[in-house]
Structures are given as C-alpha cells and as structure tokens.
C-alpha cells in the first residue's frame, strides 16, 4: 500500500515522557526506609540511597558531621529496598571531608568502600555521591571515573542535553528554604515547578532525612513535602514523566549516546533498520526506546532481530508496543550490529507487505 514513508528515531527519554525525574536521599537512615517509602510506592516512584558504606546498621559517626547519631540503614534493609526496585549508590566510607580529616585515604573513600559495599548488597553499585560539599569533588574524580558510571554532585540540576556523568546536576529537596549559597533554582521550588522549565531534562534531587519534624529544614524533608511534591511533578505532566533510579537513567543516556539507528528500508506495514555503535562498558539494562512515527494501526506488531553483519543467533517474537497517535513505541535491546525488522500484522486495511530489504 502506497504511504508516507515511516520515520524512526530514539526517544530522547522513554515513550517521549517530557522528562526524567530521580530522587535520591544521602546518607540512607532508617527514617528514610520508614517514611519515604510509603509515598514513593503511593505514586510508584522508585527511590534511590546513597550511603555511608562504612557505618550501614550504625549510628552516624561523621567527621563533623550535623547528622551524626542518626542510624543508617544496616545491608539486610538495603538490601529490602532493592528488592522493591530502588537503587543504592556509594556516598564514600566515612562521608570524608579532604583534606582535614584524620588519616583520610581516598582510595578506601571511593574504590574499597564501593566493593565491599556490592559484596554485602550482592548488586552492583556504579553511582558515587559527593559528601559535604564541593571541595570533595576534585580530589576523588579520577578515582570516580575509573569505578563508576556516574558521580552526583552538589548543585546544578536540572540536567540538560549532553550533561556531565560525572557532575550529575543536584537539587536538594527541602521543608524549609533553600540556601541561596548553591546552584539552585527558584523555578525548582514545588510551587514553582512547570513542565516548560523541566522539559526533555533530568531532574535529579536529594533530600535526608524524612520526618514530620525535620532537624534540619534547609536539607531535609517531611512526608507531606515529598507527596506535594510528587502530586506537583505528576500534574505538570499529566503523570507521563519517567520517573526512574538514577542507575536506569544513566543506563539509558549512555546507550543513547554510543548506540545509534540506521533506518535500511520503511513502508508503513514493515520497517527495518539496524542499531550502530557500541555498548558502553558497565551497562545493566540495554534498552532503548524506538519511535516508528507512520507505522500503520495494526492488531499485532511482532519484531525480529536478525544477527548481520555480526555472527549469533535471530531472536523473533511479539512487539511489546505501546501506540500514541501515529508513534508506535517500542523498548528495544539495543545491539549494535543487529538488524531490527517490525511488522505491522491485521488491523489495517491494507493486505501484508511481502517486498524486499532495500
Ligand atoms: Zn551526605
């Protein structure tokens, strides 16, 4: 049948969400497993701790610290949290502050801390969270690169087109006022959230502690807060954000980055094309989100991965689609080298296709 040629192209965020939202809570106490939990799973937003891998199960002992004699989350309930799809990063060995504190050993700070850390969770860990303040950034971004496929930072969100991965921009989710000393913007405040300011960015934030009665206003959070905020970031997007861990973000922006498409042949009954480039090294999920713009309204859509150029078995079976207007989406394994064919089956008024690869 005669039609507009379809065009195929990767989502900027999964099914065109109009952006991507993380949220994170430094140093992983029992509060937060206690009262930020509820109100992630009442909106099904996953979470996300970054922990002090040295002290899990104890009470704070940070050099300096304003949180100390809080208790962190002990490995049994991190891992739980997993378990429930949220994520753990390492927020350093001690929570250090370089270069004052006694006996300080980065190496232990940021590599040893990570590992041993995974051997108690049983899970990778790949993300790194900045302690204190910006003068821990520098010292430790080599060893940070080395071990991680991302490290958040102090200030700066939202992140936009071609952000750092090593300087994931933050913004700190707070009852009371937000210090007029950082990278934060009013537009951030959750009266002040709209969906133009956040578009096609990812918003990744951080709060501490989640209590009704917050010590600290400036950094942490009550349970209302966090569920007016969630209502707010839900609204301006008519509930199409992704809301996801920081790990799956990261994952899907460094494929997006090394993984691209080349479209072989189009008709609005078949469309075939293959995934360029690499993976990157340290990824966990390997799928990206495909966009067929003018694939006909069909009853079943089936894909089928043909190995060329590259050795290896064909995979073929139904598409798990999701259709809006005239885009059909669809969440791929992106494997460089592999030739994709989609196929629109019943449905149309048009008889099957049966012409060959251009
Ligand atoms: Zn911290």
Known sequence: MAGATPEVSICTWPFDAPFAYSMTYDEGTVDCLANALPVHEQFGFPGHVDVVAGQLGRRRQGWGSSLNDYVHMSAEELRFLLGKGWGVGNHSWSHYIYPTQAGLDLWREVVWSKYTLEDQLQHPVRIFTIPNDKHNYEPVLELVKQHYIGCAYIDGAPNREGFDLYKIGNFMV??????PHYDWKRELLTDNLSLEFLRDSWLYETSHL???????????????????????LQDISDGRLWAARPDDVLDYVRLRRSVGLNVIHATPEKVTFEFTGAWPIGTMDARLCVRVTGLRPATDVSVEYLPSPLPGGTLFGPGDSTRAGNNTYFMLAAVPGARVTIRAHGGGEAAEVTDGDG
């Open 210 to 232: 989640v209590m009704w009665n917050v010590p600290q206003a400036h950094k942490c959070v009550t349970p209302e807060d966090l569920t007016r905020r969630f209502a707010r």
């Open 174 to 179: 707070a009852s009371g006022e937000i210090s």
